[in-house]
C-alpha cells in the first residue's frame, strides 16, 4: 500500500480516499467527497484542523451531519463522549502528552465515523497523526474500513496513555528518594507534590470517560459502524482500565507521600519541641538556685566565706541538679 503524505502538521483540509486493492488518493475537490461516498467503493478520511466556519458547512453539506453533531464536534473544552445517529457515530476523545518543560498537554479530537467516512477534527494544539497513519499502513489485521480506521485511531490515543503513566510513576519515584534519601522536604518539593495530583486529576478526567465511550462501542454490532470489530473496541478498553488503574496507584501512592511528608515534618517539630522543652526544664532548677544564692539572707553572708564553699556548695548543686535531670530523662526514655 502507498504511503500517503498528509503534511499534518500544517493547518489544512486533507481528504484521502481509501479503495479495496487501489493505492490511497488524495481528494482535492472536497465538493465531490459526496459523488465519492455514494459510489460505495472504499471509504474517505477527512482530517481538519481547527475548522473553520466554511470546514463545518462542509460537513453538513457533503456528509449530511447533524446540526448538534457540529455543534459538539466544533465546541472545544467538550467532555469525552460518544453519541450515535442514524448513519454515523459522533466520538469525542482527548490524547494526552507530555511537553518539554515536564506538563500535561491534552489534544480534544472529534471523530465523525460512518460506514464509508471518516471526519477528525483536531483542535488547538493540534494532535500529529503520524502514528495513526502508521498503524493504519502497516496493520495486517484490522479490516481497511471506516469502522477499522475508527479503531485505530482510538486505539492510537489510549496507546498514548501509557508513557504519561510511566513518566508520572518515575516523577514519583523522584519525589519519594527526596523524601527517604535526603530526609528533607522544601517548600518547592511540596509545591511540586501539589501540582502533580493536579495532573493526575486532569489526566484521569480525560481517560475515566473513555471507559464509556469503548463500552458502548464493544456493544454495537450494527448500522452505523460495520460489525465484527467489537473485540478490537473490547481490547482498547481493556487498555483504558488498564491505565485507570495506574493512574489511581499512582495518584494513591503521591497521596501516601504526602501524609509521610505531612507526619514526618510533625515529627521533627515534635523532636524540636521535645529539646526545647528539655532545656527549659534542666535550666528551671539552676535559675531557682542561682536565685536563691543571689539572696542575702545572714546565713549565706556568714558561711559563704571561702572559694572552696563557694564553688562546692553553689555551683556543686547545679551541676548535681542537671547531673539528676538527665539521669531522670534517661529514665524516663526521653532521649
Keep these: 500500500m502507498a504511503e500517503i503524505n498528509l503534511e499534518v502538521t500544517s493547518l489544512a483540509t486533507r481528504c484521502i480516499v481509501y479503495k479495496p486493492d487501489a493505492a490511497p488518493e488524495t481528494l482535492a475537490d472536497l465538493d465531490a467527497i459526496s459523488d465519492v461516498?455514494?459510489?460505495r467503493d472504499g471509504f474517505v478520511w477527512l482530517d481538519i484542523a481547527?475548522?473553520?466556519h466554511d470546514d463545518l458547512a462542509l460537513l453538513q453539506r457533503e456528509f449530511d451531519i447533524h446540526p448538534v453533531a457540529i455543534e459538539d464536534a466544533s465546541l472545544w473544552h467538550e467532555r469525552p463522549k460518544i453519541e450515535f445517529y442514524e448513519h454515523y457515530v459522533l466520538a469525542i476523545v482527548h490524547a494526552a502528552k507530555v511537553d518539554d518543560a515536564g506538563e500535561l498537554v491534552t489534544h480534544e479530537i472529534a471523530v465523525l465515523a460512518g460506514d464509508q467516512y471518516v471526519v477528525t477534527l483536531r483542535a488547538k494544539p493540534v494532535y500529529p497523526l503520524e502514528e495513526i497513519e502508521r498503524r493504519r499502513r502497516v496493520s495486517q489485521t484490522v479490516p481497511n474500513d471506516a469502522t477499522g480506521l475508527l479503531y485505530i485511531i482510538l486505539d492510537t490515543i489510549v496507546d498514548g496513555y501509557f508513557p504519561l503513566t510511566e513518566n508520572y510513576n518515575d516523577r514519583?519515584?523522584?519525589?519519594?528518594?527526596?523524601?527517604?534519601t535526603n530526609n528533607k522536604f522544601?517548600?518547592?518539593?511540596?509545591h511540586e507534590i501539589f501540582l502533580f495530583k493536579r495532573a493526575l486529576v486532569v489526566f484521569r478526567s480525560i481517560v475515566a470517560p473513555m471507559r464509556e465511550v469503548l463500552l458502548r462501542l464493544t456493544h454495537n454490532e450494527i448500522a452505523p459502524l460495520k460489525p465484527g470489530l467489537a473485540l478490537y473496541f473490547r481490547d482498547v478498553h481493556d487498555h483504558v482500565l488498564r491505565a485507570l488503574e495506574q493512574i489511581d496507584i499512582t495518584r494513591d501512592l503521591v497521596n501516601s507521600t504526602l501524609d509521610i511528608h505531612l507526619a514526618s515534618q510533625s515529627h521533627r517539630q515534635n523532636e524540636v519541641s521535645k529539646q526545647l522543652t528539655i532545656i527549659a526544664t534542666i535550666f528551671l532548677p539552676l535559675t531557682y538556685i542561682t536565685g536563691f544564692f543571689g539572696q542575702n539572707f545572714g546565713w549565706m553572708v556568714n558561711s559563704i566565706v571561702s572559694p572552696q564553699i563557694f564553688w562546692g556548695l553553689g555551683v556543686g548543686s547545679q551541676i548535681l541538679t542537671v547531673i539528676i535531670l538527665f539521669w531522670y530523662f534517661r529514665f524516663k526514655r526521653w532521649f
Design 37 to 39: 461516498i455514494a459510489r
Design 50 to 52: 481547527q475548522p473553520s
Design 172 to 180: 514519583l519515584v523522584r519525589l519519594e528518594d527526596r523524601l527517604f
Design 186 to 190: 522544601s517548600e518547592r518539593a511540596e
